[in-house]
């Protein structure tokens, strides 16, 4: 699972890397639960929760069906 969650991140590092960001990998939980750590300019942008919900959960889920959620840490 771990490997698809990474492949997920990589297409939006992409997209966040436009915009001086980026996202790490933290923990995968065996309840399915994904932690992440926002970086860079993403991690103090006030939209940070929005980035989480609508790019980095929506990528993951769209790859990894079985993740609950996407936590940021």
């Known amino acids: 699972m771990k490997e698809r969650i990474e492949e997920a991140l990589k ?3 992409e997209m966040l ?3 001086g960001g980026s996202v790490d990998l ?3 939980t ?3 639960v994904v932690k992440v750590r926002l970086i ?3 991690a103090g ?3 940070a929760s929005l980035t989480l919900r609508d790019m980095v959960e929506k990528a993951i889920k ?3 069906p079985e993740v609950k959620r996407v936590e940021a840490v």
């Open 11 to 13: 297409e939006v590092r």
């Open 17 to 19: 890397a436009m915009h």
């Open 26 to 28: 933290i923990e995968v």
């Open 30 to 32: 065996d309840e399915g």
């Open 40 to 42: 860079g300019a993403c």
């Open 45 to 47: 942008c006030p939209a």
């Open 62 to 64: 769209s790859k990894v």
